[in-house]
C-alpha cells in the first residue's frame, strides 16, 4: 500500500512538472492558445467516454438486478413451499407428542403404578413382620449403638 502510494505522488509530480514545462514552452513559442484548444479536445474526449462508461455500467446494473429478481422467483416459491412443509411437520410431531403423552399417563396408570403399589406394599409387610419378630431393621440399629456404648465405655475406662 505505501508503494502504491508513493508511485502515484511520483507520477502525479512528473506529469504535473511536463504540464509545468509544456505550458512554459507554449508560452514562450507563441502557441498556448493552440495548447488549450488541443487540451479541450482531449478533455472533451474524456468526457465522452467517462459519460459512455456510466451508461454501460448503469446497463449493466439494471440487467443484474434482472437476473437476480428472476432468479429469486423459484427460490421464494421453494422457501414458501418449505415452510408449508414443516409446519405440517410440526403439526404431525405436535400430535405424536400428544398420542405418547397419552399412552405414556396410560401406561402408568394401568401397569406402572398399581405395580409400584403392589411391591411397596410386599416390601412394607415384610418389614412390618421383621419389626415384630424382633429381626426388623429398628432391632438390628438398637442392638448396633448398644454395641457402640458398650465399646465406647469399655474405650473410655480402660485408658
Known amino acids: ?8 505522488i511520483i507520477v502525479g509530480t512528473v506529469i504535473g512538472v511536463v504540464l509545468v514545462l509544456g505550458l512554459v514552452l507554449a508560452a514562450i513559442f507563441h502557441v498556448l492558445l493552440e495548447v488549450l484548444y488541443i ?3 482531449f478533455l472533451a474526449a474524456f468526457l465522452l467516454i467517462a459519460t459512455a462508461l456510466q451508461i454501460y455500467s448503469i446497463v449493466a446494473l439494471i440487467r443484474t438486478i434482472m437476473t437476480i429478481r428472476d432468479e429469486m422467483k423459484p427460490l421464494l416459491a421453494s422457501v414458501q ?3 408449508g412443509i ?9 400430535h405424536t407428542a400428544s398420542t405418547i403423552g397419552s399412552t405414556a399417563q396410560m401406561t402408568s396408570d394401568l401397569a406402572v ?5 403392589a411391591a411397596s406394599a410386599v416390601v ?3 418389614q412390618m413382620i421383621r419389626v415384630f419378630l424382633g429381626r426388623g431393621h429398628t432391632a438390628r440399629r438398637w442392638d448396633v449403638r448398644r454395641k ?4 465406647a465405655g469399655a474405650g473410655l475406662g480402660g485408658e
Open 113 to 117: 403404578g398399581p405395580t409400584i403399589r
Open 81 to 83: 413451499e418449505t415452510v
Open 124 to 126: 412394607a409387610g415384610q
Open 39 to 41: 487540451f479541450l479536445i
Open 86 to 94: 414443516m409446519k405440517d411437520t410440526a403439526k404431525t410431531a405436535g
Open 148 to 151: 457402640q456404648q458398650m465399646e
Open 1 to 8: 500500500m505505501q508503494s502504491a502510494k508513493r508511485f502515484a
